[in-house]
């Protein structure tokens, strides 16, 4: 008796087991003996080097307490270097380097622009500063094999972070605050760190899904959480990786343009709708981030909200021995 119940047991686990795995075969279309798995992994080389244009377009609406709006479009383009310096056991070190600003600001009919390649000094401008600090500040980071971050470092980081607040009593709040965000993790990983969690270093099936930490810097705020993505497609070599969720935002102070004073968030979350093309090889071809936002803040007496539609493109461009 105690056989057949063990026989019996037996019998039930495997076809539970057979059960999961012939679902997952039936969500791709195929038998579950056909149904292939695919490494997700990002592939970096000691010596190799990638460029990439980082594209970012950002729409914002502000609602005023009495009603009244105030609206502002900017469009920044970076050209950004990863260069792989050591890899071993799936743990890679990159050396990211942000060497190009394009920049415009187009507000109440007006337009301001700068062009790192042409102007010799940057503009007087605040929001301009949100992306100037990474801008030529070499910084470092070691990437796990699960795409996780564990360590950010960089001397001429650390040095201009030491610099402001060693002479914050002789600047400004505001711009102390928006350099130093510029030059904060957040900001370095937002542009630098192209994997973002969402490809695993797992083997999956198409269409399988994994829940991980996700974070995204649009229009000054930070939006992070647990996140859900999935592989949907393979085909002729390129792996597209979607990840599909709705972040928070944590209370956090922000500057935000045609408000004189320091603003401190108080609830805000954000939509995102985020690709990842992925050769078999291992490279990045390409990331598309589309971000709708939304916010509440406070400034002195006054309460706002803030709706924020941004999409950042990153494009591999080229790659290189060095």
Same mark, same amino acid.
């Given at each position: 008796?105690?056989?057949?119940?063990?026989?019996?047991?037996? !019998?039930?686990? &495997?076809?539970?087991a057979? =059960? /999961?795995? +012939? *679902?997952?075969?039936?969500?791709?279309? #195929?038998?579950?003996?056909a149904?292939?798995?695919y490494?997700?992994?990002?592939?970096?080389?000691?010596?190799?080097?990638?460029?990439?244009?980082?594209?970012?377009?950002?729409?914002?609406?502000?609602?005023?307490?009495?009603?009244?709006?105030?609206?502002?479009?900017?469009?920044?383009?970076?050209?950004?270097?990863?260069?792989?310096?050591?890899?071993?056991?799936?743990?890679?070190?990159?050396?990211?380097?942000?060497?190009? !600003?394009?920049? &415009?600001?187009?507000a109440? =009919? /007006?337009? +301001? *622009?700068?062009?790192?390649?042409?102007? #010799?000094?940057?503009?007087?401008?605040?929001?301009?500063?949100?992306?100037?600090?990474?801008?030529?500040?070499?910084?470092?980071?070691?990437?796990?094999?699960?795409?996780?971050?564990?360590?950010?470092?960089?001397?001429?980081?650390?040095?201009?972070?030491?610099?402001?607040?060693?002479?914050?009593?002789?600047?400004?709040?505001?711009i102390?605050?928006?350099?130093?965000?510029?030059?904060?993790?957040?900001?370095l990983?937002?542009?630098?760190?192209?994997?973002?969690?969402?490809i695993?270093? +797992?083997?999956?099936?198409?269409?399988?899904?994994?829940?991980h930490?996700?974070?995204?810097?649009?229009?000054?705020?930070?939006?992070?959480?647990?996140?859900?993505?999935k592989?949907?497609?393979?085909?002729?070599?390129?792996?597209?990786?979607?990840?599909?969720?709705?972040?928070?935002?944590?209370?956090?102070?922000?500057?935000?343009y045609?408000?004189?004073?320091?603003?401190?968030?108080?609830?805000?979350?954000?939509?995102?709708?985020?690709?990842?093309?992925?050769?078999?090889?291992g490279?990045?071809?390409?990331?598309?981030?589309?971000?709708?936002?939304?916010?509440?803040?406070?400034?002195?007496?006054?309460?706002?909200?803030q709706?924020?539609?941004?999409?950042?493109?990153?494009?591999?461009?080229?790659?290189?021995?060095?």
């Open positions: 008796m105690q056989r057949n119940l063990l026989f019996r047991t037996l !019998l039930f686990v &495997s076809l539970c057979a =059960g /999961a795995t +012939l *679902t997952q075969a039936q969500r791709t279309g #195929i038998s579950a003996s149904a292939p798995q490494r997700l992994q990002a592939t970096y080389r000691a010596g190799i080097a990638q460029n990439y244009s980082v594209a970012e377009t950002t729409h914002t609406v502000r609602t005023q307490s009495d009603g009244s709006k105030k609206m502002y479009d900017r469009l920044v383009t970076y050209m950004m270097t990863v260069r792989c310096v050591e890899s071993l056991n799936n743990i890679s070190t990159l050396v990211i380097n942000i060497d190009s !600003l394009q920049y &415009s600001f187009m109440d =009919g /007006a337009k +301001l *622009t700068y062009d790192s390649q042409k102007d #010799i000094t940057p503009k007087d401008f605040a929001d301009l500063n949100n992306y100037m600090g990474p801008m030529n500040r070499t910084f470092e980071i070691t990437v796990g094999p699960y795409g996780e971050i564990t360590k950010l470092a960089g001397e001429q980081v650390d040095y201009w972070r030491d610099y402001i607040k060693e002479n914050a009593s002789s600047m400004d709040s505001t102390v605050m928006i350099w130093l965000q510029s030059l904060a993790p957040e900001n990983m937002q542009y630098g760190d192209l994997q973002k969690r969402v695993p270093g +797992l083997r999956v099936y198409l269409d399988s899904a994994w829940t930490q996700f974070a995204v810097r649009t229009d000054g705020v930070v939006y992070s959480g647990p996140a859900k993505t592989l949907t497609d393979y085909s002729a070599g390129f792996f597209t990786i979607a990840t599909k969720d709705t972040l928070l935002a944590s209370t956090q102070p922000i500057h935000v045609g408000v004189p004073y320091i603003s401190r968030l108080t609830d805000g979350k954000a939509v995102v709708d985020h690709t990842v093309t992925l050769t078999s090889q490279t990045i071809n390409a990331i598309s981030s589309k971000v709708d936002a939304w916010f509440r803040a406070t400034a002195a007496t006054e309460v706002y909200t709706a924020v539609t941004s999409s950042t493109e990153w494009k591999l461009v080229g790659q290189y021995q060095w």
